[in-house]
């Protein structure tokens, strides 16, 4: 059976050795790769990283992404790839924590260095919906794919307790091979009592950060197993390690290897055994002990974790008993499973929770010992404003969205959203909108970067409190949802969504902050007015010739007047004075006051001039201000002519139709709306115009 799509002719034949094309067998054959200890040996001997302890291949995993510097009010800051590359989980990119972040990287690396914080427990503490999940996801499917490549490969060891005649005749099978229940490194094969002249050895010539160094003993069951081997070998260690078949090993968080995942039960249901392994009742038959380490399943997510990453969801919801655990898990590197010595770990220990969870802990006498043991790390909300655009972005956008989504729909939750984090600044000429964009890069008068830095120091709790990015994203999915047979939504569909959630909103507990949430939302809704009246003036004044001439008309007068020559009418060919009406006319619509008109007019000459000698030729596109002022200007003389109040009535000829269409046209095509959000756009312009409302903050 065959079927034709597109011209190509399909069939289960064609489809599956399509399929079978696009495995690589290769790359499949070195992440499987088995070999005997020596040629382990012989591997590590050539590439030391392989021997890297846990903390070391997680900052190795996050720096081999690269990283890109940044200057944040006259601060010189690192942005880590890792945290955003959309290699793997897009979805899980991060945006706008490059302070937190960087605290969290240099945690990493002080403890890859042995400088201390190798012995404390990871703690990202934050309010709810602030990516504190996602970070930790993310480094877990980071060492996922890294173990998978040539940089990240580390290895593990099974034992083979037959006959070795057996494995030198490859009568082995792979499930005659018992493996290690912890996925210990196959270093920690070598007694401790030979360790330091076998290091000697093998780091000799070496550098510093080349040298090897092997920490931890062996498991219980690998214990047993070389005890045994050492007895029926008269201690011969050479002949006991032919029992050894070293393996690479793969992270995976399904599979339970090198990644673990704790999380809060019920307490009936939940037992400490879950971290440290519990016993297996069907083998104590077999061996006759519960103390036997065969008849112990050593799979807690402590054991599973070994060389990797556990991760404490919620941990200070907890249960003090599991909290004990992590005592000398992070200490000593050491887990107590029952009837057991303690077992050496190799692991980074992450936990994550919310504010009322650690306050909790701050407030009890009796967890000093956990409290001095963590490092706390606070992941707040996003600040600046382009970085919340961007996780909206990231879920609402043209592959994942059907609903047009009208322009600065997503740009004005965001904005709310912000807003509500922010705390009031103490300069009393700031609001807190102009402070929102001071912190998103725009330059206001009278603000220098020493300003944005004074700004942020004085806050005390900014971005530990406000809107969750949840629940906007809620209210975004609810609009889409309602007005679905709208065709599009627009900001005011989500503004209105927003300030209805508020009343039931669960983690709004004050009468005042939901009336200050609702007074931010008025302040949105202004600057998204503006914002349109600006988007339909451009498109009204975007007549490119008409700008060239308007702005040919002004330079020639400019040149002028600060000549002090006169103009030759083209018409009459009389010479007349500069026309200054014209003149003060643009120049008043970037508010030049009268008094600097002069100081203006030059700084256009000398610019003119300055590209003269250049060999360029002046461009008002160039100019930011002079742009703005004959936009503004040209919108003025147009208006009237294309009547857009008349949308209001209803009444409208065919000439100003045709001028409406065309104003359209521009909207759809230079701002992003399509035919319905642009005939919309206009109506609410037009009705703002027609209330004589004509004010612009351009």
């Given amino acids: ?100 972040l960087m605290r969290l990287v240099n945690f990493f690396k002080s403890a890859a260095q042995g400088y201390g914080t190798e012995k404390r427990v990871l703690l990202l503490h934050g309010p709810v919906g602030s990516s504190k999940s996602t970070i930790v996801r993310r480094l877990k499917k980071g060492l996922e794919q890294y173990t998978r490549t040539d940089d990240g490969a580390l290895y593990t060891y099974d034992w083979y307790l037959g006959d070795i005649a057996d494995v030198e005749a490859g009568r082995v099978k792979d499930n005659d091979w018992e493996p290690c229940p912890m996925n210990e490194d196959p270093l920690h094969l070598i007694p401790i009592d030979m360790r330091g002249r076998f290091l000697t050895h093998l780091n000799e010539g070496r550098s510093p950060e080349e040298q090897i160094n092997i920490v931890g003993d062996l498991c219980p069951v690998c214990r047993y197993n070389f005890r045994e081997l050492m007895r029926r070998y008269d201690g011969d260690w050479a002949q006991a390690i032919r029992h050894i078949r ?28 879950e971290l ?63 009837k057991f010595a303690q077992t050496d770990i190799d692991e980074v220990i992450i936990g994550h929770t919310n504010e009322p969870e650690y306050r909790r802990l701050e407030n009890n006498e009796f967890m000093e010992a956990l409290k001095d043991r963590t490092v706390r790390i606070d992941i707040p909300y996003v600040t600046r404003l382009r970085d919340e655009i961007k996780i909206y972005e990231r879920d609402f956008n043209k592959k994942k969205v059907r609903v047009h989504i009208a322009p600065h729909t997503l740009e004005m939750a965001a904005m709310w959203a912000v807003l509500t984090r922010l705390e009031e600044p103490k300069k009393a000429n700031l609001t807190l909108l102009q402070k929102l964009k001071l912190y998103n890069g725009r330059s206001l008068p009278g603000f220098t970067d020493d300003n944005i830095k004074e700004l942020r120091k004085e806050a005390q709790r900014e971005g530990m409190e406000g809107i969750s990015p949840r629940y906007i994203q809620d209210k975004i999915s609810n609009a889409l949802v309602r007005y679905q047979e709208e065709g599009y939504i627009n900001p005011f569909m989500v503004m209105n969504e927003l300030e209805n959630g ?25 600057e998204y007015t503006e914002i349109v009246k600006n988007e339909v003036q451009r498109a009204i004044s975007a007549d490119e010739e008409a700008i060239t001439r308007l702005c040919g008309n002004y330079i020639d007068n400019v040149k002028a007047y600060t000549q002090r020559e006169k103009l030759r009418n083209k018409y009459t060919g009389q010479y007349e004075e500069p026309d200054e009406r014209l003149m003060r006319s643009i120049e008043e619509k970037i508010d030049i006051p009268d008094s600097r008109k002069d100081d203006f007019r030059r700084e256009i000459m000398n610019y003119i001039g300055a590209l003269a000698i250049e060999g360029k030729t002046f461009d008002y596109r160039t100019n930011e201000r002079l742009h703005k002022a ?58 703002i115009f027609a209330r004589g409302d004509t004010r612009s903050t351009y």
């Fill in 1 to 100: 059976m065959t079927t034709t799509v597109n011209g190509t002719t399909l069939s289960g034949t064609s489809l599956l050795q399509f399929a079978s094309e696009l495995q690589d067998q290769k790359h499949f054959q070195q992440l499987n790769w088995t070999g005997t200890f020596e040629a382990y040996l012989d591997i590590v001997a050539h590439n030391t990283k392989i021997s890297r302890n846990a903390f070391q291949r997680i900052y190795d995993m996050i720096t081999s992404y690269g990283t890109e510097e940044f200057i944040d009010a006259k601060k010189r800051l690192f942005r880590y790839k890792f945290f955003f590359d959309e290699s793997f989980g897009g979805d899980d990119a991060i945006f706008g924590l490059e302070v937190p």
């Fill in 276 to 338: 440290t392994g519990d016993i297996n009742y069907r083998k104590i038959a077999v061996y006759g002990s519960d103390s036997d380490p065969r008849a112990f399943n050593f799979d807690g997510e402590f054991n599973i974790a070994n060389r990797g990453v556990i991760e404490f969801i919620e941990m200070l919801k907890l249960d003090v008993a599991f909290l004990y655990d992590l005592l000398g898990a992070s200490q000593e590197h050491r887990i107590k499973s029952k």
């Fill in 502 to 526: 508020l009343k039931n909103h669960a983690l709004i507990h004050s009468e005042d902050d939901r009336k200050r949430y609702r007074d931010l939302l008025s302040v949105v809704r202004d």
């Fill in 630 to 687: 004959l936009e503004l200007k040209l919108f003025e003389d147009q208006k009237d002519s294309i009547k857009l109040t008349s949308l209001v009535s209803r009444v409208i000829d065919k000439d100003t139709q045709e001028k409406i269409d065309v104003v359209k046209s521009r909207l759809m095509r230079d701002f992003g709306y399509n035919e319905q959000s642009a005939t919309d756009v206009l109506n609410y312009v037009a009705s």
């Fill in 246 to 273: 070293v393996r690479r090993l793969i992270f995976s968080e399904q599979d339970r290897v090198g990644i673990g995942t704790f999380q809060p039960k019920d307490e009936k249901n939940q037992d400490s055994t």
